[in-house]
DNA sequence: CTTAGATAGTGTAAATATGACAAAAAGTAG
DNA sequence: CTACTTTTTGTCATATTTACACTATCTAAG
């Protein structure tokens, strides 16, 4: 029986353990995804903590005792960028012993997607924070490295099988931003023509009727997303041919 | 200023924190997974810990202070069915507070699917550990339906993407018995011949040039599982038919 | 040995989805 | 009105999916 510690179902030592060695502090680091200049860019903050000192950390903090974890990522979200209501969703946590120098922290991550543009600068830590293209992130703080790289991973998946992509244009978006986007999280090239036969097959499309204004050429036709589950049989896997 | 602690940059803050009001208690609840009697299980528990005795629960531990939470999760299953090298895997993290009557307690789930004939019973806890049908599980202790409903539902949709339903199934497997859990797993009724096509274009199976034995009609041939990572571009998705 | 009973195993044709491919249309700038 | 840039659109060959029913193989009973 050294394998498991039955004792706790018995609910003394159940007391006893929750008030001693398996006490840790509980954190969310949100991996705030945004699209801009053709790059997928990732909101991160210098770190200032020793002994990562200068290396970049994701936007986390601790829970607080009366909040759950959905309201915490939504908290740190807001203060950050001023957002509300925008794409948040628990990816997974992350509690080596040892990931953080302060003692055990268990970290959930959540991963956000939001239109760049939405974004207010509330940088009250003087200009810390900034948008980071995500290949082009050097050094992170914590293992925030190892989050990011599974966040990102998670968003890849996710982003074949569910319409998100949207969420991180403007309201107004084009047909070739949608492509755009999509070829460079997915670092793949598509077909123009198949991509766009896919997705008005998927019914999430809504010409609004409106154009680009101000560009030298032809000017694109403006959609917007419309939320529309009809058709979500085979997700979007198939916009991808290599 | 008041919607977020930014504080938490600060280190002596941050040590402050992590020493009072942020700190909960970590565990780990296993969704164990078996298929029998054409039916999907899983493997509960009678609680004994007020509030919740005699209601079901999921099978959890506290993590310990130097395990990190998949060793914890293979602990736990290790002592509860005697297996090791197990298909596991972390689900999400439930941390709402209240969640547990006695303190903060966040949670990690975790899903595991067996060969239930490989299980062992160590029912150290006298008959307490019983495999439940999932559509048949009554109360449960603490947010466990709440996790099971989720872990279920994860389970459903990843089973359409990955060859995981051997994971449940006996080394040696019939066609049937494989198109019979993905009907069950997913309450779907499937086309044999459609079924056979789309798993042997995976070349995933095994012909092991065996048959069943005992059966007082035709016997069916046994299959096993080959990792053949080649042809997973659409997933099973496609299994489908209604 | 023959037959009945039970379940396993197999093929094909029609519809749909995919992948590869290029020319015409719509605007701006000079 | 011409040159330039970028958007938009269709078709055909191939692959995949769906719908559907009969034959093969074994046991058991007579």
């Known amino acids: 029986m050294s394998e498991a510690n039955f004792k706790t179902e018995n ?97 959930m991550s959540y991963v956000s997607l939001i239109k760049i543009q939405d974004y207010e600068v509330l940088d009250i830590d003087q200009k810390r924070l900034k948008w980071f293209p995500v290949d082009q992130v050097e050094e992170m703080a914590f293992d925030h490295a190892k989050i990011l790289n599974v966040t990102l991973n998670w968003l890849q998946d996710r982003i074949k099988e569910r319409p998100i992509g949207f969420e991180l244009l403007p309201k107004k978006f084009t047909l070739i931003q949608l492509q755009n986007l999509y070829e460079i999280i997915l670092n793949v090239k598509l077909d123009k023509r198949n991509f766009r036969r896919k997705l008005s097959s998927l019914g999430v499309l809504k010409d609004i009727g409106e154009s680009q204004k101000d560009v030298a050429h032809r000017p694109a036709k403006l959609y917007s997303f419309a939320e529309n589950r009809s058709e979500q049989k085979n997700g979007l896997s198939s916009l991808i041919n290599f």
Chains 1, 2 share one sequence.
């Open 11 to 107: 609910i003394n030592t159940w007391i006893t353990e929750l008030n001693t060695e398996a006490k840790a502090a509980i954190s969310v680091d949100c991996v705030i995804f945004g699209y801009e200049d053709n790059q997928l860019k990732v909101l991160l903050i210098e770190c200032n903590m020793p002994p990562f000192e200068g290396k970049l950390s994701l936007l986390g903090d601790l829970v607080k005792s009366n909040e759950n974890l959905d309201e915490a990522a939504a908290r740190i979200l807001k203060a950050r960028t001023g957002l509300n209501n925008v794409y948040l969703e628990q990816v997974r946590a992350f509690g080596d012993p040892g990931r953080h120098p302060l003692g055990r922290v268990i970290s």
